[in-house]
């Protein structure tokens, strides 16, 4: 039964690395069409979006078997509790990447961006990319180390974002209110999108070692 279990929970976690891999490739589209106002590249990511949120159905309907086949308890349990959480952070990237792309389709022909924001979009859409594929990486290697380093990279998220808002509060912004707007809601979704991976890695830590990210990072000290 346990190897079962550890087997199923092991393919269980492949599932959902190829969905946070997927998502990073949606968020790479998705910042394409931003900047360069590509309405096919942003037409795509809407579309393809379906296949992740099948794929999201199905990873829950295996923690569901997990649960109903298997009798989990105690650490084993938590591990498949832990499954869920990371279905909804997986699916809860993809839908931001969407959010990405429906606001270049919005704005379609013109780019959605002023121009001396770009290269904040640009770098923010590299960390959110980077970070979807080391969530995949811890999922499948199951390693808590590497699942904490996650959050160096959501600090420089955090950083970029927050000097996305020294440009919007200047003085000399001449975009007017939407484009604010847009730039303030863009900004969010990268922001989100790098969260949810952190969250993945925490809650890789806690299906590695039974520990809370602190605790383990304390163990470590």
Known sequence: ???????????????????????????????????????????????????????????????????????PVAGDLRAIVSGFQIVADVDRMGALALHVAKVARRRHPNKA???????????????????????REVLNNQDPTAALRLQSDDDAMDDLHRHLFTVLMDREWKHGVAAAVDVTLLGRYYERFSDHAVLIGRRVVFQATGKTPEQFADLGA
């Open 1 to 71: 039964m346990r190897t079962a279990y550890h087997e199923q929970m092991a393919e269980l976690n492949v599932v959902l690395g190829q969905m946070s891999e997927l998502a990073g490739m949606a968020m790479e589209r998705s910042t394409q069409a931003l900047l360069q106002a590509d309405l096919a590249v942003a037409e795509s990511v809407i579309s393809d979006h379906e296949q992740i949120v099948r794929m999201s159905a199905g990873a829950e309907e295996r923690a569901f078997a997990l649960l109903a086949l298997q009798a």
């Open 113 to 135: 961006l002023p121009e001396e924001v770009n290269g904040y979009f640009a770098e923010m859409g590299r960390l959110a990319v980077q970070m979807a594929l080391n969530a």
